[in-house]
Structure formats: C-alpha cells, structure tokens
T-cell receptor, first 118, second 112 residues
Framework: GAVVSQHPSRVICKSGTSVKIECRSLDFQATTMFWYRQFPKQSLMLMATSNEGSKATYEQGVEKDKFLINHASLTLSTLTVTSAHPEDSSFYIC??????????????FGEGSRLTVL | KQEVTQIPAALSVPEGENLVLNCSFT??????LQWFRQDPGKGLTSLLLIQSSQREQTSGRLNASLDKSSGRSTLYIAASQPGDSATYLC???????????FGAGTTVTVRA
C-alpha cells in the first residue's frame, strides 16, 4: 500500500521555540495533504488542509500564525508549530491521498509526531 | 455537522472469538467510509474503504458493511488474535465538503 512518512516521531522542546514536522508521500504524489491533532483517547481533529503550491486551508479555531503549513512539492508538506507552549503538546498526524485517486480515494496516514513542550 | 459515534468504546475478548465493532454517523451524505487501525503512539493504518454505493468490503479476516441510509457501518473481525489488539477508528467522508469526520474509536484487547 501507499506509504506516508512523518518525521520526527517524537520531539521535546522548550516553551517559546518553533518545531517543524515533515510529512512525505513516498510512493505517490499528493496535491492535498491533511494535518490532524489527536488528544489522548480522543478522535482526530482536522487542523488544516495543505494544498500543493497554494495556501493551506485552516479549520475554524486553528491559528494560522501558530501552525504554519507549507506544501512546496507533490510529496512534501511541513507543519511548523511556532512559539510552542505546553498547551500545544499533542500528537500530530498527517495524511495524504494519491492525486490519481481523486478527492474520494483512500486516505493514508503517517506514523504521527508526539510533541512535548516543556 | 457530521457526528460519528463508535460503540463500544472498549472491548475485551478471548482469542478466537469474533469481534463486532459498530460505527454510526448522523449525515448520510457521504462519499465513503473508511476503517483504520491505530496502535498506541502510532499513526493510522487503513483497513478497508467502502464507497457509498457499496454494501460491504472484505479483506482477509476483516469484513465491513455499510448501510448508508441508516447511517451505520459494522466491522467484523473473525477468529480474533492477540495481534488484533489495537484501537479501531471509522471515518466518513462528507459529500458536501470532502472532509473526513472520525469517531473516537473502539479499543480492542484480545486475551491469549
């Protein structure tokens, strides 16, 4: 099946620093990638939709300036948590869909990134 | 707004027993429904994708049914094994905005 690679898997940082998380589709191209946040024992919450070559679309309540998304190529999207604070500690997961599968094709997920802000 | 509910929240069964996991959704305007598996601290692994026009999908010991009109899907796992222990999530893709809505998951423990 299709593979989505996410890096780093774990990151610990000090409050006030910025952290970048990468999401790569390894064997397919994705014009659209999605970033989710998951709290313990809760469902995944969509944060934003990352569009290759254009601005990301953010969900209501998600701060654009706090969570910077860049989708510079058909295989890479990055999420940067700027000026991180302890409340940003969470599990962040990206997903992607093969552009050839269309908007309703199967969605593949990365392994997730555990962010801990001290 | 689409709401997805999974019942039960947790399930513990002895090895060899069949598993039945339920997923319900409030808005039947969907393109598809997807079942995922999530191991602790890991991402999601896609198990089955059912298009809205389909009634069921099968893969090995897994079978998922979809009744779009009543807003329900069921995931059956036959002859469970300890390796099936994980959290199972269902997600529906809205035909209004293409977005996925997830349930909170059912955490399964299969006892050896």
């Amino acid at each position: 099946g299709a593979v989505v690679s996410q890096h780093p898997s774990r990151v610990i940082c000090k409050s006030g620093t910025s952290v970048k998380i990468e999401c790569r589709s390894l064997d397919f191209q994705a014009t659209t990638m999605f970033w989710y946040r998951q709290f313990p024992k809760q469902s995944l919450m969509l944060m934003a939709t990352s569009n290759e070559g254009s601005k990301a679309t953010y969900e209501q309540g998600v701060e654009k300036d706090k969570f910077l998304i860049n989708h510079a190529s058909l295989t890479l999207s990055t999420l940067t948590v700027t000026s991180a604070h302890p409340e940003d500690s969470s599990f962040y997961i990206c997903s992607a869909r093969d552009r050839l599968a269309g908007a309703t094709g199967e969605l593949f997920f990365g392994e997730g990134s555990r962010l801990t802000v001290l | 707004k689409q709401e997805v509910t999974q019942i039960p929240a947790a399930l513990s069964v002895p090895e060899g027993e069949n598993l039945v996991l339920n997923c319900s959704f409030t808005d039947s305007a969907i393109y598809n429904l997807q079942w995922f598996r999530q191991d602790p601290g890991k991402g999601l692994t896609s198990l089955l994708l059912i298009q809205s026009s389909q009634r069921e999908q099968t893969s090995g010991r897994l079978n998922a049914s979809l009744d779009k009109s009543s807003g329900r899907s069921t995931l059956y796992i036959a002859a469970s094994q300890p390796g099936d222990s994980a959290t199972y999530l269902c997600a529906v893709q809205s035909s209004n905005d293409y977005k996925l809505s997830f349930g909170a998951g059912t955490t399964v423990t299969v006892r050896a």
